[in-house]
């Protein structure tokens, strides 16, 4: 059964720093990985798709990896800001039927 | 172009009524799916659909019910509600199985069953 997990739960840093949220899974056998935003109160943004066959995607000042073999998911934020405060959620879709099984998310605060 | 639409976006229910929990979406998206969020727990499937008239079970889907008469609709029935239903009710779309295709959410449906 595929899982996924999220390190650290939550995450506090100084306005201007990069940063790194991991997601890990345990079957290598996904369709693709999304990242996802939410704000407090709000439903889910999606911020990075990354299909099982890419490495990585960017959009901004971020920047999502994969590495299948090893299960690994990395979501790179470059010179965060306040606005960056938020939880982020990983998802894996492991067919193509549009189901997604999500990590329990990294609770980013980003101090001014 | 509004995207994936939740109503209502608060309820309170007493145990054992029924309720639905409308979506909707305009972006004529194939596959839709309902998730609940709890603390602790993370989202987790209820049902999904990959097509009109195509329902299947998720992770967690005692107590509710589905169905898809249309492209556009994907209602979520709660047949006696119970207070272990009370949660975030997120309705979610995506085009097709593509593997590129992102999938969208809605706002979400915060629901209490006292």
């Known amino acids: 059964k595929q899982e996924v997990t999220q390190i650290p739960a939550a995450l506090s840093v100084p306005e201007g720093e990069n940063l790194v949220l991991n997601c890990s899974f345990t079957?290598?056998?996904?369709?693709?990985l999304q990242w996802f935003r939410q704000d407090p109160g709000k439903g889910l943004t999606s911020l990075l798709l990354?299909?099982?066959?890419?490495r990585e995607q960017t959009s901004g000042r971020l920047n999502a990896s994969l590495d299948k073999s090893s299960g690994r998911s990395t979501l790179y934020i470059a010179a965060s800001q306040p606005g960056d405060s938020a939880t982020y959620l990983c998802?894996?879709?492991?067919?193509?039927?549009?189901?997604?099984?999500f990590g329990q998310g990294t609770t980013l605060q980003v101090k001014p | 172009n509004a995207g994936v639409t939740q109503t209502p976006k608060f309820q309170v229910l007493k145990t054992g009524q029924s309720m639905t929990l409308q979506c909707a979406q305009d972006?004529?998206?194939?596959?839709m799916s309902w998730y609940r969020q709890d603390p602790g727990m993370g989202l987790r499937l209820i049902h999904y659909?990959?097509?009109?008239?195509?329902?299947d079970q998720g992770e967690v889907p005692n107590g509710y019910n589905v169905s898809r008469s249309t492209t556009e609709d994907f209602p979520l029935r709660l047949l006696s509600a119970a207070p272990s239903q009370t949660s975030v009710y997120f309705c979610?779309?995506?085009?097709?199985?593509?593997?590129?295709?992102?999938?969208?959410f809605g706002e979400g449906s915060w629901l209490t069953v006292v």
């Open positions: 979610a779309s995506t085009l097709s199985g593509g593997s590129g295709n992102t999938i969208y």
């Open positions: 079957d290598s056998a996904i369709y693709n």
């Open positions: 990354i299909q099982s066959s890419q």
């Open positions: 998802a894996v879709r492991t067919s193509n039927t549009g189901k997604l099984i």
């Open positions: 972006m004529n998206h194939e596959y």
């Open positions: 659909s990959v097509g009109a008239g195509i329902t």
